[in-house]
């Protein structure tokens, strides 16, 4: 068996096997356009995905994800479900208890937030472009009226809130603060757009931060067309992490 589609709560998720499993698994946390449903994924359907997917394949890690109620941007009960999949793969699969976790854009703010959880152990953090701040991911989108609109609604879906609760609630938290000093975390930042560009000012700023805090954070700048050294370089940052069991 190649993959298993099931659900939690109302959600779908997925899980591939490797032909030959290594005993580590990688709980997949995606972007916007991130999706399951009852015959695939995101990760099967877009050709670079399914390449990097492949690639960890090949390396013997079995990879698990969930829809997390689609646009979720970080809200507690994406959280919490992406709690209740790693409890559910602990359970039936012959794993190691300890994950990687690869998050990209709007994921690293559930990412991080498993940071806080106590029932499961995160090996290892591998963020791609991503989004450490909700209200710093506001003011970029305030300059397109369109989508600025839009990612209101959203955000208001997923923390059933209205945009002004929320803004208040957002004062109380600081997501990328939360890093750990016994959790590895690389981030990898394809320049490619000027939303990634944007985000790279803000990545600068965190980074001085960190290395004044002597977190064990490392940083890659990929461009566009070497987007293929992001898989070998998720390997990589992986097996050095699977020398403790």
């Known amino acids: 068996m190649e993959s298993r589609n099931f659900k939690l709560d109302t959600e779908w998720s997925m899980i591939h096997y490797p032909e030959k499993p290594n005993g580590f698994g990688i709980l997949v946390v995606g972007d916007e ?28 890690y079995t990879v698990f994800y969930s829809n ?20 559910h793969i602990i359970r039936n699969e012959i794993l190691n208890n300890s994950f990687h976790v690869v998050a990209e854009g709007m994921g690293a703010l559930v990412a991080l937030k498993l940071f806080s959880q106590s029932d499961i152990k995160i090996r290892s953090l591998v963020l791609i472009n991503p989004v450490f701040s909700l209200t710093g991911h506001l003011e970029q989108e305030k300059e397109n009226k369109f989508f600025y609109k839009k990612l209101i609604a959203e955000l208001e879906k997923a923390y059933e809130m209205d945009i002004f609760q929320l803004k208040e609630k957002l004062k109380c938290e600081e997501v990328a603060s939360k890093l750990k000093p016994d959790i590895p975390v690389k981030i990898i930042h394809v320049l490619s757009g000027s939303r990634a560009y944007k985000q790279s000012k803000i990545l600068k700023n965190l980074s001085d931060k960190w290395e004044k805090e002597r977190l064990p954070v490392s940083i890659s700048y990929v461009l566009p067309e070497k987007k293929l050294q992001v898989g070998s370089q ?9 020398q403790v069991l």
């Open 33 to 60: 356009r991130h999706f399951v449903n009852n015959k695939g994924s995101f990760w099967t359907q877009n050709e670079g995905k399914r390449s990097l997917l492949n690639m960890w394949k090949h390396e013997g």
């Open 68 to 87: 997390l109620y689609g646009r979720h941007w970080g809200s507690k009960k994406a959280v919490d479900l992406a709690m209740s999949l790693c409890c």
């Open 234 to 242: 998720t390997v990589q940052f992986f097996t050095k992490h699977e």
